[in-house]
C-alpha cells in the first residue's frame, strides 16, 4: 500500500474522531463540588488518623436561593468520611451536630466517625464499613427561611454525589432541618434519627424515622448510641420502655 494512500486513510478516521470526540460523554461526570487536595484540619485536632485517611473536604458552589437561582450562588463547605469497605458501600449519612461549638479543630463529621470507629459493637461496624458521612456547613438555621434553603442544599449536594437516597441524622437545632427535608422529599429518605427534638416542632410524615431524647438519668447515653446505631444500620427500632426514646413526654 502506498504512504499516501495510509495517510489519506488516518486522516479520514482522525476527521470522524474529532467531531465523536467531542460530543462523547465524559467518563466522569462533572460536579459542582471542588474536592480539595487536602482537609484543612489543625494539628491540635484529636481524631482517628484512619478516620482522617478516608476524609475528603471540599467546597460546593448552592443557589444563593433555590427559587430564585438568579441571585446567584455561595460556597458551603462538604467533609465526607468515605465507607472503609467502598466495594460494600451501601450509601451516605448526612449528619448535622445542631451546636457548632461541638466540633474543635475540625468538622464534627470527623469526631463523630472516630467515635463510632471506637463503639465494638456490630451496628457499628457496619456503619463504619458501608457507609460515607456527610456534613455540609448550613446556613443560619434560625434566620426566616434558613431551614428552607439549608433543606434545598442538601438535596443539592445529594443529587451532586449521584445517591439516590439519604440517611439523616440531626441534633437539636438540626432536627429542624431533618424534618423539612423528610417533609419536601419523602422519597429521599433512607432513614432519619432525631435527637433533642423542641417539643411540639414540626416532624415529617411518610419517612422511616427515630426519635432520641438525652437525659440526665443514668445510662441515657448508652441508649442513644445504642438505638442510634442499630436504627440506622438496621432499621431496628427500640422498645417503648427505652430510657431514650422521645415519645413526646420526657421528663
Known sequence: MKPSVVVKGLACIGCWLIPNLALAEPLIAPTAIDWLLDCPLTATARLDPEVVGRTQCGLVSVPRDHAEPQRGRIRLSVTRVGARQPLNREGVVFIQAGDPQQAKGAPFVLHLA?????????????????????????????QGNGVEQAAQDMEFVRGQLGEARLNYLGNAAATRLGSRYGTLFPERVGRMVLINTEPGEPLATGVEQLLLKESAHAGADGCVSRWLGDFLAYGKQPPASARCLDLGAWE
Do not use: K, M, N, P
Open 114 to 142: 472516630s467515635r463510632w470507629e471506637s463503639l465494638a459493637t456490630q451496628a457499628y461496624r457496619t456503619l463504619v464499613d458501608r457507609y460515607d458521612v456527610i456534613e455540609l456547613s448550613t446556613r443560619d438555621l434560625r
